[in-house]
């Protein structure tokens, strides 16, 4: 695996200024190790073009106008060698409608088999998504008269059920859902005996202030997530935590050169130079290089 090493901010020679515009900037960075954004900010400070311009703009002819809205616009696209966006952008510009268009019109013969039958059938039917037929019938304001969901009501025998056996288990005898199961037992303030809801010793609480995070929840038997919580909880610190303090040494290195440079150093995030960087309101080195070429 190849890592960049970017030097020490330097002044740009004759013979790295020559060099731009002969190559890609993500080439001549690596090779002059500069970082990227500098070598693409030299060259537009001095007005050299890229090594890859931009194609130059092409403008249509009218014989390539006569030719939109008789084919779709990818085969258009294709046909005239342009990108499908410049097809559409044209088209729209010229206000032609679409000679392919996805939306197709309702006609009354379709509006009528709307109600009378399910929807899925009814798209099937008509060759249209289910969503679309949906939506024109809520539209028009035809009611559905073949529902999927039916409200069944809960009978004593399936509410005697409620609390002794695990939701699932009820779910599966009463054919329901789990989560009706277990909306219609808090609605009727039925407890859940079956909880999987572990109490918290003094043991355990001796051992996360002796391990960290993963090692206790590897020796408790429990999630990480509970283990941070227990720790928030009862205010207990954390022995290994992830945050590494700064030193003195590390915060004199700030602002010296690029952030990202600093971080690939001092084996950081840039986001974390970045921060602690504002939080000692020191001077980005980008802003500081700036100021000095006004």
């Known amino acids: ?44 400070i001095l007005k050299i073009p890229p090594f890859k311009p931009r194609p130059k703009f092409r403008y249509w002819t009218p014989k390539e106008i006569r030719l939109i809205g008789t084919m779709p616009d990818a085969d258009l696209a294709r046909k005239l060698r342009r ?6 952008g044209q088209r729209y510009e010229l206000g032609l409608p679409y000679l392919c268009p996805r939306f197709r019109p309702w006609t009354s013969a379709e509006e009528k088999l709307l109600g009378t039958k399910p929807d899925d059938e009814v798209a099937g039917l008509l060759s249209r998504g289910i969503h679309g037929v949906k939506a024109r019938r809520v539209h028009l304001g035809i009611p559905n008269g073949f529902p999927k969901m039916i ?24 054919k329901r859902t789990v989560g009706a199961v277990y909306a219609y037992r808090n609605k009727s303030a039925i407890k859940n005996p079956f909880l999987k809801f572990r109490p918290w010793t003094r043991a355990e609480d001796a051992l996360l202030a002796k391990n960290s995070d993963i090692q206790a929840a ?47 150093q001092l084996g950081r995030k840039r986001y974390d130079i970045t921060y602690h960087r504002c939080q000692l309101r020191i001077i980005s080195w980008r802003w500081r290089m700036e100021q000095r070429k006004r």
């Open 1 to 44: 695996m190849r890592m960049d090493v970017f030097t020490a901010p330097r002044r740009w020679t004759a013979r790295e200024i020559k060099l731009l515009g002969t190559r890609p900037d993500t080439h001549l960075a690596r090779r002059l190790r500069r970082p990227l954004y500098d070598v693409r900010r030299h060259r537009v």
């Open 218 to 264: 590897r020796l408790l038997h429990r999630t990480l997530t509970a283990v941070k919580i227990r720790r928030n909880r009862r205010g207990l610190p954390n022995p290994a935590p992830r945050h590494r303090p700064w030193t003195p040494a590390e915060e004199r290195l700030l602002g010296t050169m690029p952030d990202e440079v600093i971080a690939r």
């Open 151 to 174: 409200f069944r009501p809960w009978t004593k025998a399936e509410i005697r059920l409620l609390g002794r056996f695990p939701d699932a288990e009820v779910a599966r005898r009463s």
């Open 83 to 88: 990108t499908l966006t410049s097809v559409q």
